[in-house]
Structure formats: C-alpha cells, structure tokens
C-alpha cells in the first residue's frame, strides 16, 4: 500500500500546489478531497504557469485525477478549467468527479457576498466563491450533488424546491434580487451535458488503484488552521483540510494510509481575517510578500505575512499524524540578515506552548521568537550539503521544534528546484535522512 496524504500546516498557500505537482510524476493517481474553487494552486511547468482552482496538479503528468466527494463543485469554474487545460495542450480525459461532490449554484455565491456584507465588522474575509453556503445546503440536506445535477428529472424538482427559498431569502432578508428558475436550468443543464463522462463512484476507483499496490496521493487544499473544526473559528473555511479529511472526503478507510507529508512554508501568511500572532504588520512583511508574490493566486488578494510559527505547525502536526515535513520557500528568505521562528506564546504572563483552542487567547498570544543567522540565496543546490550552512541550520531547528524529518525541500517555483531528501511513496513511517545527520 503506497498513499501519502499531503497537508497544509498553516493557514493555506504553503506551496502544495508545487508539491504535489512535483511528487504527481511518481503517483498513480491524485484526489482532491475537500474545498472548492476558493483554493488556488500555481504550478509551473517549464516557462508556462498554470493557476488550478479545481482540478489536481496530477493533470500535467497525466495520472488519474479524481474530484472526491467532500468537494463543493462550481461546474461553470470545472468547465472553464477544462477548457484552458486543454486549450494548453494538457490532457483532461483522466478526470473523474464524485456524484456526491456537492455543487455550487448561482444562490450559494451571491448568498456567500451578501452574507459577508451583512456581518460588517465581523466579516471573516472569505473568497467570495460560495463555498460556506454550498457546504452549509449539504449539512442541512437540501445540498445538490454532482449526481442528481446530472439527472434531467431529480435536478429541476430540487432546484426548483430550493430557488423558492433561497429566492425569498434574497429578496425578503437581503433586498437583493433573486434567480430566474429557468435560465439557472438551462446553463446547468448544459454543464451537466458536458460533465457527465466525468461523473464516477470515485471512492471506489480509489480503493481498487490502492489495492492494486498504485501510488495515491491525497491534495489537501487551504491549511490547518483553516479546518472547520480544529482552525481558527469562524475564521476558517467550511470543510476539513486535516488528513482526517480525506478519509470522509474520498471514501477510504483510515487504515489505508500510509504516510501524511505536512507543507510548511518558510514563513507563515494568511489570506483573509482572523488573529495571526507572528504577523509583520510593518515593512519587514512588506519585503517578505513583494519578495515571496504573496497575492491570492485566484482572488489576488495580498496576503498578510510574518515569520514561522512551530506552535501552530506543530498543532497541525497532532491533528494529521504528520509522519514528514516539505519545507517550502526557503530561497525567499534569503538575504535577511537574521530570521526568527516562534518556538512559544506569552500569554498573561505565562508561556504557552500548545495551540490555545479558546479564540480570544490565540488572538492575545504574543510570539515568543528565536532570532537563528540568515543566508545570502540557496542557489541550485543537488543536495542538502550544497546549501548555505545558516539555511541548514533553519532546517535542523524546524525538525528539532516539530519533532519531524524535513524530506522535501522547495527551493523555487520550478519543478528542478527541489530537494527529496528520501521516498515518501516507500513503505515505513518516516524519512531517515534528517539534514542534521548529514
Ligand atoms: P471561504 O473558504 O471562501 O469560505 O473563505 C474562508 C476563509 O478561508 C477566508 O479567510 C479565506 O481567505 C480562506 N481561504 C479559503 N481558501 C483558501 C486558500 O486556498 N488559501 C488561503 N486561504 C484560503
């Protein structure tokens, strides 16, 4: 058995895009197990950059790519996607979607702008997607999922079911306009036209390529800390980007994973509101965010920046199973004198060591920094012994402070740009090879 489930320890945009991406060349196949089109990857294949909202990185090398059922689907952004992929040159008849994927209508995105408008101060800054209101028509049951979209009797009989309410909550509660029954049917009768070879029992294609001995790679989208449950509440998104996640998300069984490899960038940022203790309000997050592009892949939006923070990448640690670390953006970093990683909070007076779960408390946590020396740039390294020793040294301590090996290294936006250190499809726990036993 030979799965990896890939996480995000922060708060999102750690570089799983790049990550996946490059680990894809070795995999079977790769699901996408919650989120929707509010995440955004960047992947960069030779002098082209692609921006993925849906559709796993695991396209550009041809692998099956599978949409799973924990996903909400905007089928006009699955369409659109399609198209640019193909319109490139990359193949897109490897992609199979859930039929209990729920979908996005027209409703659950003006629902998701109003709803933010309405909350005024308390706004949680989301993408606008319509992400919270689809996952929300899903625990209340009146969701629509990708197969009942694709059945011409049951689709038109709930949706007409639903505009009646979500009409009058537009009109009554918000005093916006509402939605035309019949042109919603019409354009999602045609994407349902143009999806519907896509439709599979996904959680079934991906049990039998993991009992054929295939390698799956799980894609978590956002981070950790965005996790309905265990994040920043309420400023999160709506599902479950923990490795626990894909289970529930792609239909497999705890016991069939093997590995969760947990991305950590160099530094941290976070898109949208919420408290942020290791944030840079002033120039030194300026220089990291011009330096690092840190603006929303889809939304644009600029990031807020700041250092690394262990207590939250360790939090994310315990709550996937997190067996090895990908350390992303390291070259970002270089050329600052010195840099910090918080190893601890203050917290009236005393210190904290472990996430605080209660909101208020994160948001009055103070960074307690470590200052480690800075490097001149990373260069191309082959190896680990090629980099700057300062750049070795932050590695050791990210190891030491996390309890886990680093075995991946992510030196840059193109593939060639980086470092694994062993086999994270191989059988075992854990990667051995530790820089700090170099
Ligand atoms: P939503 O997922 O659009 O409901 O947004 C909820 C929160 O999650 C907001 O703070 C968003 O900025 C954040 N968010 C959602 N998707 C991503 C992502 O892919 N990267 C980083 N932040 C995200």
Redesign the pocket.
């Known amino acids: 058995m030979s799965t990896l489930v890939l996480v995000g320890t922060q ?3 750690e570089g799983k895009g790049k990550t996946t991406d490059y680990l894809a060349a070795r995999a079977d196949m790769v699901v996408r197990y919650q ?1 929707g089109n ?3 990857h960047t992947v960069v294949v030779g002098d082209r950059e692609f921006r993925m909202r849906l559709v796993p990185s695991g396209v550009f090398h041809g692998k099956d790519c599978v949409i799973g059922n924990g996903v909400v689907l905007d089928p006009s952004v699955l369409v659109q996607e399609l198209d640019y992929l193909a319109g490139h040159g990359v193949a897109v008849d490897r992609i199979w979607v859930s039929g209990g994927a729920h979908v996005i209508l027209p409703y659950h995105i003006r629902l ?1 702008q109003l709803e933010e408008e309405r909350r005024g101060p308390y706004r ?6 319509g ?2 209101p689809a996952y929300a028509d899903k625990a209340a049951r009146i969701g629509i999922r990708f197969s009942e979209l694709l059945n011409p009797t049951v689709f038109p009989a709930k949706l007409r079911i639903n505009l009646e309410e979500k009409n009058h909550l537009l009109q009554a509660v918000y005093g916006a306009s509402g939605f035309d029954e019949q042109e919603v049917l019409d354009q999602y009768l045609a994407y349902a036209d143009r999806l519907r070879p896509l439709a599979a029992d996904t959680s079934l294609l991906i049990n039998r390529a993991i009992d054929r001995g295939d390698k799956v790679l799980f894609e978590g ?3 950790t800390l ?1 996790d309905l449950d265990h994040g920043t509440y309420p ?5 479950h980007p923990v490795a626990g996640g894909a289970c529930i998300g792609a239909g497999v069984g705890p016991t069939r994973i093997n590995r969760v490899l947990g991305v950590v960038k160099a530094y941290t940022s ?5 408290p942020f203790p290791t944030e840079l309000p002033g120039p030194e997050g300026d220089w990291i965010r011009e330096r690092g592009q840190e603006y ?2 889809i ?1 644009r ?1 600029p ?1 807020r920046c700041g250092w690394l923070d262990t207590v939250i990448v360790r939090y994310a640690a315990r709550l996937s199973g997190v067996t090895d670390l990908a350390v992303t953006r390291l070259d970002i970093l270089a050329g600052l004198e010195r840099v910090r990683i918080s190893t601890a909070y203050r917290l009236d007076n005393s210190l904290v060591t472990e996430f605080p779960l209660d909101g208020a408390d994160f948001a009055a946590c103070e960074p307690v920094y470590e200052d480690l020396p800075g490097w001149t740039a990373t260069g191309e390294p082959l190896g680990l012994a090629d980099l700057p020793a300062a750049a070795r040294a932050y590695l050791e301590r990210v190891e030491e402070l996390c309890d886990l090996p680093v075995a991946v290294v992510s030196l840059g936006r193109e593939r060639g740009q980086t470092l694994e250190l062993c086999d994270l499809f191989a059988a075992g726990t854990a990667c051995a090879a530790k820089p700090s036993r170099l």
């Open positions: 708060w999102g945009d989120g509010n995440a955004g998701d949680l800054g989301t993408t606008g997607r992400i919270g989208a956002q981070g965005l400023y999160v998104t709506s599902s976070r898109v949208g509101d919420g929303g892949t939304t939006r990031r």
